[in-house]
């Protein structure tokens, strides 16, 4: 009668653990893309860290855009400025006022067109200035107050305030501007006389 002879085996098993190294993952959205023969700026992105405070300051700050005498431009050349994809029928004067009184954070984005579609009705170069609307969120009111003081020969006042309105099927704007100056110029001139020599006999 043979014994039964049960070897048992061990097996020892190591666990290793490893430490994979933290990955970070970091994605910027562009400051600018091109879609349908339009250049679509992220104009708040863009003057973010500039001293900017109204609309009107931000598009001077898009390139090519420049101040001229009271004129934006674009590449040198004349520009229509529309908000929200509507022509205004006022006047440079009044449109700068406007633009002046939109606060930097009512802006979403900005599209340039150096040539107008047809739908706008102008010719010409046209940058559209897209405003958050708010719609479709809960109901809220924002707004913005801004005054300034200046005195140098005469004194300054310019004060502006702006509200917005919004709910989930209404979004209302209320814009307010007023403006007070006064301008001092003045001229050195500087004359120069010349007389010829008289011979008198």
Known sequence: MKAQVSDTTSVAIDSVLHNLPEVMVKGERPMVKASEGKLIYDLPRIVSNLAVENAYDAIKELPGVMDQQGSLTL?????????????????????TALLRSIPVSRIEKAEVMYAAPARYNVRGAVINLILKSGMGQATSLVGELYSAWTQRHYENFEERGSALFSSEKLSADILYNYKNEREYSGNDRFNKHLFNELNII
Do not use: R
Request: hydrophobic share 50%.
């Open 75 to 95: 590449a040198g050349l004349s520009v229509n400025i529309i908000i929200n994809g509507k022509v205004s029928t006022m006047s440079a004067e009044q449109l």
